[in-house]
């Protein structure tokens, strides 16, 4: 799966802030994960946008999972 991340999220400071993106393309990865938290079917999100792949949504999903493994979360006062 190490491989799958590395060819498909990306990140270039030149891209969307620096954000994470699939494939180099203006697609946060934060927005795969948002249409997907919305109820969007894997399906009907490379329906929306063509120039998605499956691997690439699969991707952004496994990446979200490499982050969410954190030790400890720390609660920020206000």
Same mark, same amino acid.
Do not use: Q
């Given at each position: 799966?190490?491989?799958?991340?590395?060819?498909?999220?990306?990140?270039?400071?030149?891209?969307?802030?620096?954000?994470?993106?699939?494939?180099?393309?203006?697609?946060?990865?934060?927005?795969?994960?948002?249409?997907?938290?919305?109820?969007?079917?894997?399906?009907?999100?490379?329906?929306?946008? +063509?120039?998605? +792949?499956? +691997?690439?949504?699969?991707?952004?999903? +496994?990446?979200?999972?490499?982050?969410?493994?954190?030790?400890?979360?720390?609660?920020?006062?206000?």
């Amino acid at each position: 799966m190490t491989e799958l991340l590395s060819e498909r999220i990306t990140i270039d400071t030149n891209i969307c802030h620096g954000k994470p993106t699939i494939r180099g393309l203006r697609y946060p990865v934060e927005n795969i994960l948002e249409w997907l938290g919305s109820g969007m079917s894997v399906d009907e999100i490379l329906a929306d946008y +063509e120039d998605l +792949e499956r +691997e690439d949504i699969m991707a952004a999903l +496994e990446f979200a999972s490499r982050l969410a493994k954190v030790k400890r979360i720390e609660i920020l006062a206000a």
